[in-house]
C-alpha cells in the first residue's frame, strides 16, 4: 500500500520539513512501519551532507536486540578513521539518535570509492551524500521521526517523502525509504507499487558495479536510474527508461538538488493526486496529503498512464 508526498516551491524557500511532515503524517493510514524524509534544505553548497547510520534502531517488543551503545560508538570511530584515510575532513558532526549520525566533509574525490570504502565497515550504511540532501528515514510515523531528528524547522525548497507499509521486505531502516540515488550526490527516490522484474534487474545492475543495501524492490528504481545516469543519460531520459526497463505497478517520485520528478507506469494502477501553480507542485497517493498544507479550495488532477513530469526550482 504504502504513501508517498512530494512538493517543490518554485523561486523561494519554506518550511519543507514541518510541510512534508504534515502531508506524510495525513498518510499514516497507508504505511505505519517506517516514515521517510528527502529534504533539499537551504545549507551553503561549500561541504558535503554524510548521513549514515552504524546500526539498527529495532524498537520495543521486537525479537531483535538493540545492540549496546558502546558497539555503535566503536563502529562511528571506525568511520571517522576510513574518513581521515580517504582524505575526507569533517567539519562538522552531530549524533542524532545512538545509532545515527550527521557530518559536514570536505571531500574532493570519487563517491563511488568513497562510498565503498565507508560501507566495506559492519552494519555501516550511508543514508545519503549531497551539498543540500538531508535524507532522515527510521523506524515510526511522520510525526515521530520528524521529532526524534527535529525537522520541523528545516527550511529549503523541496523535499520527497514516503510512508512505508512493510510487504516485500522487514521493518528495519535500510529497507525503508527513501533511497539514496547512489553514488551521486543530492539525488533521491520515493516508490509505491509492486516491481516484478527486481532479482533479474538487480543481478544485472550488480554485474555492473552497482550496489544494492536492501532487498526492498524499491532500491532498484534508485540504483536503475543511477546506472544511466552514469552513462550519460540525464534524469527525465532515465524516468522515460524505466517505463519500459522496469516491470510491475508503480508511481514514483524522485528529487535532485534542484528539480522534483514523477513517474506513473503505463498500467496506472497505483494512485497519484496532484496540484500545480506557479509557486508550488505538491502531489500525493492521497488528495489529504495535499489538503493538510493546502486547506483552501484547490484543483487538482491525476497523472496519465506512462506519465513522466520534471519541474525545476
Known sequence: MCGIAGLIHRGKSSNVGEELQSMLQALKHRGPDSTGYALYADNDGQNFILRFKVGENVGEGS??????????????????????????TIVKEEKLTPYSFRYEIKYTQDLMEFSKAIEAIESVEILSIGKSLELIKDLGDATAVSERYGLGKLKGTH???????????????????????????????????QLTNYWNNRRVLEN??????????SELIAVFLAEKMRNGATLEEGMKESLTGLDGVFTYFVATKDSLGMAKDTMAAKPLVLYE????????????AIRSILPQEIDTYDPFDGEVKVWQI
Do not use: Q
Open 208 to 217: 555492473k558495479g552497482m550496489r544494492f543495501m536492501s532487498e526492498c524492490d
Open 63 to 88: 525479537t531483535s536486540v538493540n545492540e549496546d551503545e558502546s558497539v555503535y560508538n566503536e563502529r562511528k570511530k571506525l568511520v571517522d578513521k576510513k574518513l581521515s584515510e580517504l582524505g575526507a
Open 277 to 288: 501553480s506557479d509557486d508550488l507542485v505538491a502531489m500525493g497517493s492521497e488528495e489529504i
Open 159 to 193: 523535499g520527497i517523502g514516503h510512508a512505508r507499509m512493510a510487504t516485500e521486505s522487514g521493518v528495519d531502516i535500510k529497507s525503508a525509504h527513501p533511497f539514496w540515488g547512489y553514488p551521486f550526490a543530492d539525488v533521491s527516490v520515493v516508490h509505491n507499487g
